[in-house]
């Protein structure tokens, strides 16, 4: 009696290990994936500011030009 109860207790520790196993696999590739989009979005980030930075001020108006909104 004693043995079959601590091979019952082996055989659920083995599952949740098994089970633990897949997902710690599964959240590192999740991980991963999310570091590749992250260095993906820093790059995008990267190149529109300096685009942003390259547009001529002549193309911007003032604060002082803009015409007020029409509820003014």
Known sequence: MM???LLQRL???ETRLAFQDDTIDLLNQEITAQG???A???QQLSLLSKKFREIQPGQIASQA?????PHY
């Open 40 to 42: 993906r979005l820093k």
């Open 65 to 69: 030009e803009e015409t007020p909104p």
């Open 11 to 13: 055989e659920q520790l």
């Open 36 to 38: 590749g989009e992250i």
């Open 3 to 5: 043995n079959d109860e």
